[in-house]
């Protein structure tokens, strides 16, 4: 990799609707990015930028791409699937194979820069569900499972030669709420219920969320009730609202939200929009293959209708559902998002400028919120030097997101997952707080410093074995006489759901 595939990476961004989709927002303040030779790159920015450090790390920042591959594609960026393998990239593992929902391969980057992985081979593979996942851990099948519900981590806790460990967890879970899909420009788009515009029927649904019953019943209280924007995982910058602000379970409070606002309910008991005289009845899009989604929907389905919602729960893959949200053919979905070290990247997806360009195209919104407070918060936080004055500006733009409702927190989960002592080492790093939950875990690092146990080596480097892992939806193998899989959803505990 040279500085002129990173200055090239960054203008291709900086220029082109379709590769600023993802990560447009963590470019938005450069004003020119020069390569003057292999080994020096020059950003210059429009003001001075806190963040530089944050902009292109693993997992949470822009990958580098090769310029020698992408260039001949910048035409056709949306069609072409970068398919030829091995994949050209620069991290610790190198794509050798993939087929989508089925499985991914990687062999190891012996020269990478930060030391070789400690097996030869990576495998990931899919699953429909965690619970096939946990059958592959037991039977050996797997090494190392990420994304356990409850029930599952409970249940190997005690198992011998598994280690089910949790971690604080470092994502909200929530609903996301339509409240009126548009383009940059202000041009409507999409299907969304109109009534869901209004900021007092977002409030209503807030107010109808026992959040702490599902903690409880769906997360055996492995989760903290939500409210905070960004996760306990980063203390320095979570905020939660003050006893005046909350929005609490309180359905009497929202059936009088909804009464004074006009909001009458029919004989059926439900309610209809004095404006468009549509009937209160939303579609509520759930992921297919997680069954926290369709436990979590059941409840909201029976609080919203105590005040006289109604919701079509509509099961559909994640691809499905980021295709709908994309082009605003929703109502409410639920979505669950991580973060890195730097929250940058999350709080940017709330900005005007993450809204889908004048064709409907580009843009990394998930609700299409924009707001001009929020957006000039967000331009003074990259240029706040001083962590305290960051962190509440920060602050301050977590309290305007909880104020609107069209991203509604309702749990911050604890990463639950498990490996097998007696084949795989160096899976978790850091020691645990004092109720036994270990700092959150990041994918890039697990992959890298995993290590076949001693027990298991089958040759006499120890650069061999297998190690297998699982989360919700995919696995990854490594091998070298050893193989790693992982199991994860479509998008891994460091990837957008």
């Not at 806190?50 to 035409?75: D, F, N, Q, R, Y």
């Not at 869901?196 to 109808?208: H, S």
């Amino acid at each position: 990799m040279t500085a002129e595939d990173a200055a090239w990476t960054f203008n291709l961004i900086m220029s082109n609707s379709t590769a600023a989709t993802a990560n447009g927002s963590l470019v938005s303040n450069f004003a020119s990015v020069t390569a003057p030779d292999a080994t020096t790159l020059i950003v210059k920015t429009k003001k001075p930028q806190a963040t530089m450090l944050s902009v292109s790390i693993p997992v949470s920042g822009i990958p580098i791409v090769p310029k020698h591959i992408w260039e001949s594609h910048v035409k056709d960026l949306k069609n072409y699937k970068n398919d030829s393998f091995p994949i050209v990239g620069y991290g610790p593992w190198t794509l050798t194979d993939y087929k989508p929902e089925q499985y991914a391969k990687f062999d190891a980057n012996k020269d990478f820069l930060l030391g070789a992985p400690k097996y030869d081979h990576m495998i990931e593979q899919s699953f429909k569900n965690t619970d096939a996942a946990v059958a592959a851990l037991r039977s050996g099948q797997l090494d190392y499972v990420s994304g356990l519900n409850p029930t599952q981590y409970q249940a190997l806790k005690g198992q011998s030669g598994i280690k089910a460990y949790e971690q604080v967890g470092n994502r909200w879970s929530g609903i996301e709420v339509n409240g009126g899909a548009r383009t940059r420009d202000g041009k409507k788009i999409g299907t969304g219920h109109p009534a869901l515009g209004d900021v007092k029927v977002r409030e209503a649904l807030a107010r109808a969320i026992d959040r702490a019953t599902i903690v409880k019943k769906v997360r055996n209280g492995l989760a903290e009730v939500g409210g905070s924007y960004l996760p306990q995982s980063l203390p320095q910058y979570a905020w939660q609202p003050s006893d005046s602000e909350k929005f609490g379970y309180d359905p009497a409070k929202a059936n009088s939200v909804l009464d004074e606002a006009g909001y009458k309910k029919g004989s059926d008991g439900i309610r209809v929009d004095p404006k468009s005289k549509r009937k209160l009845e939303f579609r509520l899009g759930i992921h297919s293959d997680d069954d926290g989604d369709a436990k979590v929907s059941t409840y909201l389905a029976g609080w919203f209708k105590e005040i006289g919602v109604k919701v079509d729960i509509q099961s559909m893959s994640s691809s499905k559902l980021n295709a709908d949200l994309a082009k605003g053919d929703w109502d409410i979905l639920m979505d669950s998002w991580s973060t890195g070290p730097d929250p940058t990247y999350l709080l940017g997806i709330q900005t005007c400028s993450a809204l889908p360009d004048a064709k409907g195209e580009g843009g990394s919104t998930d609700s299409f919120f924009c707001d001009k407070d929020y957006d000039d918060l967000f331009l003074r936080q990259q240029s706040a030097f001083d962590d305290t004055e960051r962190a509440d500006l920060l602050r301050q733009m977590q309290a305007i997101l909880y104020k609107a409702n069209e991203n509604i927190m309702i749990y911050n989960a604890s990463g639950l997952a498990a490996y097998h002592t007696d084949r795989v080492s160096g899976i978790v790093d850091g020691k645990a707080n004092s109720a036994g939950a270990y700092p959150a875990q990041v994918s890039f690092e697990q992959y890298l410093n995993a290590t076949p146990a001693k027990a298991s080596s089958s040759s006499s480097d120890g650069n061999s074995g297998t190690l297998i892992g699982a989360s919700a939806a995919a696995v990854v193998v490594l091998a070298g006489g050893g193989v790693f899989l992982a199991r994860r959803r479509s998008s891994s505990s460091d990837d957008r759901e």
